[in-house]
């Protein structure tokens, strides 16, 4: 358990940093982690002797970093994303190692996680991205630690059996109403202009709700492939893919809150 606090308190103190030092070393740090976990994501699919083009998922990344950093139009993303779609079925033909289960296993890498971290570059460069990135983390991290409480607490429920055995509806329900004053008390913080309370509170119980969507999407892989963690590169607390499941989801949830809102 000390590992695990430990470990935490460097991770959250190098994201912090990363994040909030400057516009370049934000996008450098999420590229980084999106490589990692494609990486993760591509050693425990060759566990399976699924050989899939890892480096088309590399490159993807590392470009969206680089039209983030252009602030590029959404225009030039989708033409990334279809240019990166079709060199992983290319590579397909050419490699034998990676053949067909392999092309199409790359093309699902690039849609999860690669293309939601090519979200959030996208985010971070946007004017509203410390109100996003604030309210889709804290409301994650909040609705998990409620979640795993209340369900210890009230759980009669299972939530998704198949997938999680251990996650309730009571706890999904505790998480997701815990987030909702942690929205109301973020609204009050000098930085998150344009917010207001209800509007933080309403932002956060969906950020959190689809946050729990992804850190079960996270889970039904690691079903599928028969692991525990995709990686011990964070003691105590597994990968990279494992630490971000729920902020793949719950970010861009809290971003397009905030943008339909008018929020700019």
């Known amino acids: 358990m000390k ?12 994201t912090f940093a990363c994040v909030l030092l400057s516009t ?16 993760e994501l591509s050693r425990q699919l060759e566990g399976m002797q699924v050989y899939c083009s890892a480096w088309v998922m590399y490159v993807y990344v590392a470009s969206q970093a680089v039209l983030a950093l ?12 279809l240019l990166a779609v079709y060199l992983a079925m290319f590579s397909g033909i050419l490699r034998r190692k990676v053949s067909g289960n392999g092309a199409l ?21 946007n004017g509203i991205w410390l109100q996003t990135f604030a309210l889709g983390c804290v409301s994650a991290w909040v609705c998990d630690s409620a979640a795993l409480f209340g369900g210890s607490a009230f759980g009669k429920h299972k939530l998704a059996p198949l997938v999680s055995p251990k996650k309730t509806v009571e706890g999904a329900v505790c998480g997701a109403l815990a987030s909702i004053p942690a929205g109301a008390l973020l609204a009050l913080l000098p930085f998150m202009r344009g917010v207001s309370v209800p509007l933080g509170m309403v ?9 729990q969507i992804g850190d079960l999407a996270e889970s039904l892989i690691k079903r599928m492939i028969g692991i525990k963690d995709f990686s011990d590169l964070i003691p105590g607390h597994g990968g990279v893919f494992d630490r971000v499941d729920s902020l793949l989801f719950s970010i861009p949830a809290a971003f397009v809150c905030l943008y339909v809102a008018g929020v700019t």
């Open 105 to 125: 296993d790359t093309v699902a890498g690039l849609g999860y996680p690669a293309f939601l971290f090519a979200v959030l570059l996208m985010i971070s460069v």
């Open 3 to 14: 590992k695990r606090f430990v470990s935490a308190g460097i991770m959250l103190a190098i």
């Open 24 to 39: 370049v070393s934000r996008v450098l740090f999420l590229a980084a982690l999106g490589i990692l976990a494609c990486y």
């Open 70 to 81: 252009m602030k590029a139009r959404p225009m030039a993303y989708l033409v990334s994303f």
């Open 203 to 211: 932002t956060a119980l969906i950020a959190s709700s689809l946050g």
